[in-house]
């Protein structure tokens, strides 16, 4: 046989962006997995000979169709409804559902892409999948909510399954989406089974799944403070988003000591230089969640800033942590950062931050976590109560949060052991190289299939 042929980056992008035309999520998603994996593959040939980044970068399928419903005039609406089942190697295909204009294949395939490395990551049974619609829930009234989701979970309820794909929620999709798709579900198949998780507590949800992924993002970020004898004590801290992740992010720095300074949407961020505490967090957690009004109404309430279509990275603080959504941190904010005295950044939102700002914050020597590491603590309780679902028993809040910490910190771990380099973590490589090879190992032993 002869010499297997190595892999080259620019060869495989190529490649790559002519089988996936105009999908430029999904290439940088792509790209920065393949930049730090093809080294370690190119000295491990069996993945070459075995075609592993290529099949891996292939979704195993991809469902789209079409979600009528009716509005409150009557007038009927269409939308877009996606599953995209990246790959179920080593478990269940499992990921969020997201609700947002912008989605699109693109960003699925990225989301999917990711989630096989994360949910590698978690030492969990779990394969990967990312699905949503185009629908827009900003606006809409619950009854119209319920219909998209009844009619958006009609035709989603054909290839899912407690052992097939089990969604959970994302962007738009919280804990009213997840129950009316729930109901559904459990209406059309006529069976009781863990088939989503982010389910309410008194069907089947898990304690601490809507805390997880924030609180494994400060967890992951504390366990990395603390490989450099650091700790989030006293640190201020950039907190962007105001959704679910950076709402429990907040809280956790807050009860680790550290100091919350700014949040954010899509209209600007509110700088409070005071920072949060229990009673403005239980404000914003109202104001989000229940009136699902603007963050500015912060700023008016508690007399602070608000900078109108900007992001937080320009203020002065020690620790960052993007927790809104993909791209939301490019190379002039990257540049930002660096001059504020930024020391370390983790990733509580998915792919937040641009290749140029990563270029930027790896040439500073900043830490920085990828979110396929840092936000996995989310999917990681997702699967804690898939398997509390299997075996029909409630975990206690103490024991879940104890698991969770145990996850966030093997994470890191693995991190450590397949990114160190010359005593520096490049928690990038660690992440993709750890996450990688559990499910390479298994396509491998499994054949071409
Ligand atoms: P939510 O819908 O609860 O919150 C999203 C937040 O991001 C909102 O504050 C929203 O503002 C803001 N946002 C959305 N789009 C933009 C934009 N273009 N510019 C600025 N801000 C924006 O979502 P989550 O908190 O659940 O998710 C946040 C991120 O975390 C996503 O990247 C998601 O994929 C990722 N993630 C979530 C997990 C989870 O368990 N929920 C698990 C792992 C990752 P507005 O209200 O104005 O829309």
Not at 237 to 265: E, H, P, R
Not at 378 to 404: C, D, H, K, P, Y
Request: glycine fraction near 10%.
């Amino acid at each position: 046989m002869s010499k297997t042929e190595e892999l080259n980056l620019e060869d495989f992008m190529t490649g790559l962006i002519k089988r996936n035309p105009g999908e430029t999520e999904f290439h940088q998603a792509v790209e920065e997995v393949a930049a730090t994996v093809i080294p370690f593959i190119n000295k491990n040939p069996i993945y070459i000979e075995n075609q592993i980044l290529e099949r891996m970068t292939e979704p195993d399928r991809t469902i789209i169709f079409r979600v009528c419903w009716e509005d409150d005039s009557g007038k009927i609406r269409t939308n877009k409804g996606y599953r995209v089942q990246f790959n179920n190697s080593i478990g269940p295909y499992k990921g969020g559902l997201r609700f947002h204009h912008s989605v699109n294949l693109s960003i699925l395939k990225f989301l999917g892409f990711e989630q096989t490395f994360k949910n590698s990551l978690t030492t969990l049974p779990m394969g990967a999948g990312k699905g949503g619609s185009d629908f827009n829930p900003k606006g809409k009234s619950d009854r119209e909510i319920m219909r998209f989701c009844q009619s958006f979970m009609t035709e989603l309820s054909k290839h899912i399954g407690p052992d097939i794909d089990v969604p959970a929620g994302d962007i738009g999709v919280g804990a009213r989406e997840i129950s009316f798709m729930f109901g559904q579900y459990k209406r059309l198949k006529n069976e009781f089974t863990g088939t989503l998780t982010g389910k309410a507590l008194e069907f089947g949800g898990s304690l601490i799944r809507k805390e997880a992924t924030g609180y494994g993002a400060v967890y992951f970020m504390e366990e990395m403070l603390q490989h450099r004898g650091d700790t989030i004590k006293g640190k201020s801290c950039l907190v962007s988003g105001s959704g679910n992740v950076a709402q429990f992010a907040a809280q956790k720095i807050m009860q680790l000591g550290g100091k919350v300074l700014t949040l954010s949407d899509s209209s600007g961020f509110i700088h409070d230089p005071e920072g949060l505490n229990d009673e403005k967090l239980n404000y914003l957690i109202e104001l989000k969640t229940v009136r699902r009004g603007r963050i500015s109404e912060y700023a008016e309430k508690y007399k602070c800033h608000f900078h109108e279509g900007k992001r937080p990275w320009a203020i002065k603080a020690d620790l960052a942590f993007p927790c809104a959504t993909q791209n939301e941190l490019e190379l002039q904010d990257a540049k930002d950062l660096i001059k504020g005295g930024i020391i370390a950044i983790t990733e509580g939102a998915n792919m937040p931050t641009t290749h140029e700002a990563i270029t930027a914050i790896k040439k500073a020597n900043l830490v920085f976590a990828p979110g396929k590491a840092a936000n996995a603590g989310g999917v990681a309780v997702s699967g804690l109560e898939m398997t509390q679902n299997s075996i029909r028993l409630a975990w206690s809040r103490e024991e879940l949060e104890e698991r969770l910490k145990n996850i966030m910190r093997e994470i890191h771990q693995q991190c450590v052991n397949y990114g160190t380099e010359e005593k520096q973590v490049d928690y990038i490589k660690g992440a993709n190289i750890a996450g990688f090879v559990k499910v390479a190992n298994a396509m491998v032993a499994y054949g071409a299939v």
